[in-house]
């Protein structure tokens, strides 16, 4: 199970940084880790729901 950073004490760029280094290390998992495609969900279900909304929020209220 992956534990989730509380994204608003992240800056944007360290959000990122964090998503893509949990991509890599889900990338780096053997075919036959069992625990693989449930980490990959995971972060796929994160990335839709908290993440790009939160990137998107954080990117109106700067435009503003």
């Keep these: 199970m992956?534990?989730?950073p509380d994204i608003t004490a992240l800056s944007p760029a360290?959000?990122?940084a964090w998503f893509v280094?949990?991509?890599?290390?889900v990338s780096r998992l053997s075919t036959f880790?069992?625990?693989k495609e449930q980490r990959v969900t995971e972060l796929r279900q994160w990335k839709d729901t908290v993440?790009?909304?939160w990137l998107e929020e954080v990117n109106r209220r700067r435009a503003w």
């Design 2 to 4: 992956t534990e989730f």
């Design 51 to 53: 993440l790009v909304p």
């Design 33 to 35: 880790d069992e625990t």
């Design 21 to 25: 280094k949990q991509v890599k290390n």
């Design 14 to 16: 360290e959000a990122i």
